[in-house]
């Protein structure tokens, strides 16, 4: 019998060791012993499905992989050092030298860096569909075209795109899927049902959910997620054994964390969408959301993040923030502590205002992470410095 997604996020864990604990131990080693040279040599030779080194694998970081796998429905996955390295690893382990992508252009920044910055050194080209024209994806598959990306929902706007139009798309052309699941966490979304072929999270948001470590994850089909791994054994961006205990302990409440996240979230963004100093309000579950029924069909609830825009340009914005009293100004999210992000001058401040403007991400535009305070306290303050 196949037990619920909370059930396996708790149960899911390291083979006890001879002192039977009850909570999985930290193994933080570098390495792992042999019991002779024949061990040795098959060990190396893949011989042997076993720890050799925690660079290539480590008991923490494979219980943290395997409790997202069974989230996500997936076969195989890789743990690394952050999301971007979750990012660029994937995109470096699948791509060659003269290879095209198929990218959403409403994406994270250092994402949209990798493709106009770094990815061209190697001769990668790379070109954008518009998030509401998925139809215009066909006109831009070339036939060394690898693989079409895309969030969602995105990072800052919390757009949402059709997952299973885009699995359709992908198959169709006979390329990859791949999406960045980080926003809905697999609670709330599990892409490969909807045609995906890899799934990349940055644990460092809602799957910590505390802001204390850095992680990332890439998972999927075990023939790709093999790729990914033998890229990622010899360059070396594995997350750290103790990262990879603290993620996986928080992964056994992300189901009741997410419920209050995606309550709060969604009582301030209806709040928002009645404040006469707030132009407009985006989240996934407002009914005014162009996606709304998108949303509802493919996630079980919309999240943390809610995206608004301050009537009043960059005075108003700058007013807004410094404004803030309780709240965090950070440029993190998914943390249990509310943050208000300005993404145009932080997290998209690389993107050129022509850049900016085609994803949306205006002068005001406010990206809250909605933390797990109580609702009429993270109002509240939104409230005061609004009208402050």
């Not at 999927?220 to 990622?232: M, N, P, Q, T």
Request: with cysteine; glycine share 6%; hydrophobic share 40%.
């Amino acid at each position: 019998m196949k037990n619920k997604f909370e059930t396996e996020a708790i149960r899911t864990q390291t083979e006890r060791s001879q002192f039977l604990e009850h909570s999985t131990p930290m193994y933080v080693t570098s390495s792992f012993v042999f019991e002779d040279a024949e061990d040795m040599r098959a060990s190396f030779s893949e011989e042997k499905e076993r720890n050799i080194y925690s660079r290539y694998s480590n008991p923490n970081t494979n219980e943290f992989i395997e409790k997202v796998c069974k989230m996500e429905g997936a076969e195989a996955g890789f743990a690394f050092a952050s999301g971007m390295a979750a990012v660029f690893s994937t995109f470096a382990s699948l791509l060659d030298s003269g290879d095209h992508v198929v990218s959403a252009r409403n994406i994270f920044g250092s994402t949209h860096s990798l493709f106009m910055n770094f990815l061209p050194k190697w001769n990668i080209s790379s070109d954008y569909f518009e998030i509401d024209d998925l139809e215009g994806i066909d006109k831009l598959i070339k036939p060394t075209t690898k693989f079409i990306y895309a969030e969602s929902p995105t990072n800052p706007g919390v757009d949402v795109l059709d997952l299973e139009k885009l699995g359709k798309i992908a198959k169709k052309h006979k390329v990859l899927l791949i999406i960045d699941n980080c926003f809905a966490t697999p609670y709330l979304q599990q892409p490969i049902k909807f045609g995906a072929d890899l799934v990349i999270h940055s644990g460092t948001k809602l799957m910590d959910g505390q802001g204390r470590v850095l992680a990332g994850i890439t998972v999927g089909s075990a023939e790709l997620i093999d790729k990914v791994y033998r890229f990622s054994r010899i360059t070396g961006p594995a997350l750290s054994p103790f990262n990879a205990w603290v993620i996986s302990k928080s992964l056994e409440t992300l189901a009741v964390r997410v419920d209050r996240h995606c309550e709060n979230a969604l009582k301030l963004a209806t709040f928002l969408e009645d404040h006469p100093k707030v132009n407009w309000v985006k989240y996934p579950f407002l009914k005014s959301h162009p996606m709304y029924e998108v949303a509802k069909k493919q996630m079980k609830a919309g999240g943390t993040i809610v995206a608004f825009e301050v009537n009043g340009g960059i005075e108003a914005g700058r007013k807004f923030f410094d404004g803030i009293k309780l709240l965090s100004l950070s440029a993190n999210l998914g943390d249990s502590r509310s943050i208000v992000t300005h993404p145009a001058s932080t997290t998209h401040s690389k993107l050129t205002t022509q850049e900016r403007e085609a994803v949306n991400i205006t002068d005001g535009t406010v990206r809250v992470s909605v933390g797990l305070e109580h609702i009429d306290d993270i109002i509240s303050d939104i409230k005061q410095a609004l009208e402050s």
